[in-house]
């Protein structure tokens, strides 16, 4: 049976629109690209499922030589390919080494992504460092700085002005 719903336009002639399914393929057969909401849907999923694995599924040591994080997933529109993007806090080797370990760990990650997601087929995963936290925390320490620094400035304007009167 064909899932078709019946829509009535202002003319009162009907016009049937496909399901879900039905709409994502052309009548060539070619795949069209799914709803922006299904994207950043299975983009949620995949974030949380990646991010219980990195807590206890992936058994690799190399994993756990730096503290990991997913910070976002970016799915593209046809749900065929996944880039993580993981931050990782420690030295630059832990961060050579953990990237290291995500890589190799790829393939499981997207076996079990298989297993606990439902999608007709699992994209392919690939982890990028994300270093926007390191750099926001690097703009925050200057900002910082820059206004101690003028603190400490007026403090010695003010005290100058004192002095001269």
């Known amino acids: 049976m064909i899932g078709l719903a019946a829509l009535v336009n202002s003319d009162r002639s009907v016009i049937k629109a496909a399901t879900l399914h039905q709409a994502a393929h052309t009548s060539k057969g070619r795949f069209v690209m799914a709803t922006s ?23 690799d040591d190399r994993v756990g030589s730096g503290i990991v994080s997913v910070t976002d997933v970016q799915v593209a529109g046809d749900l065929q390919h996944a880039k993580v993007f993981v931050s990782i806090y420690g030295t630059s080797e832990a961060k050579a080494e953990t990237m290291a370990g995500l890589k190799s760990a790829t393939g499981f990650v997207r076996s079990e992504l298989g297993q606990r997601i439902r999608l007709r087929r699992t994209p392919e995963v690939i982890f990028l460092e994300d270093s926007s936290l390191e750099r926001g925390d690097k703009v925050l320490s200057l900002l910082n700085r820059l206004s101690q620094e003028r603190e400490s400035a007026e403090q010695t304007n003010e005290a100058v002005d004192q002095t001269e009167e």
């Open 37 to 59: 909401r299904r994207v950043e849907r299975v983009a949620e999923l995949i974030k949380r499922e990646v991010s219980q694995m990195l807590l206890s599924g992936i058994k």
